[in-house]
């Protein structure tokens, strides 16, 4: 069996709790959740939990069958890598001397990424995009110096209108 990454889109009831179940549930199984992202939908009564996770197909398929028997889940769809959009959001404090600024607003240019804090000897990115653009411009900026970094997590969504209702 090969061992794959899988963006896991889960529509949950929006209530205290529901979160830590569904963790609680990849932990008991020996899954480590490489990116967790939770948030409301357009239906204030419904969160979407956004869940990374590498796997092999047989030992995934047990897991959302044990998710799928929790009353809080409402839908599980495995995104299809070729047909899904995912974002990530990365905030980066880079050590910037003087001599340097010039070539880091360069690479923050070139990938269409936001200054959102200046001081004297820093620099804090703002960059949105794939997990691949980000870790591209942090190898860029690594050299410079990166004081702090945080990162959200993936969020996807399929393409076109079909969409992940119960």
Known sequence: MMVMKHTLSVLVENKP???????????????????????????????????????????LEQVTKQLHKLISVIKI??????????????????NTEP????EILEIVDIFRAKIVDVSPKSLVIEITGTTSKLEAMEELLRPYGIMELVRTGR????????????
């Open 155 to 166: 969020i996807a969504i399929s393409r076109g209108i079909k969409a992940v209702r119960a």
């Open 77 to 94: 769809q495995d995104l299809d890598p070729e047909n899904m959009i995912e974002r990530e959001l990365i905030l980066i404090k880079v």
């Open 99 to 102: 001599d340097f600024r010039p």
């Open 17 to 59: 709790g529901v979160l830590a179940k569904i963790s609680g549930l990849f932990s008991r199984r020996g899954f480590n959740i490489d990116s967790l992202a939770v948030g409301p939908t357009e239906d204030e009564t419904i969160s979407r939990m956004t869940i990374v996770v590498e796997s092999e197909d047989r030992s």
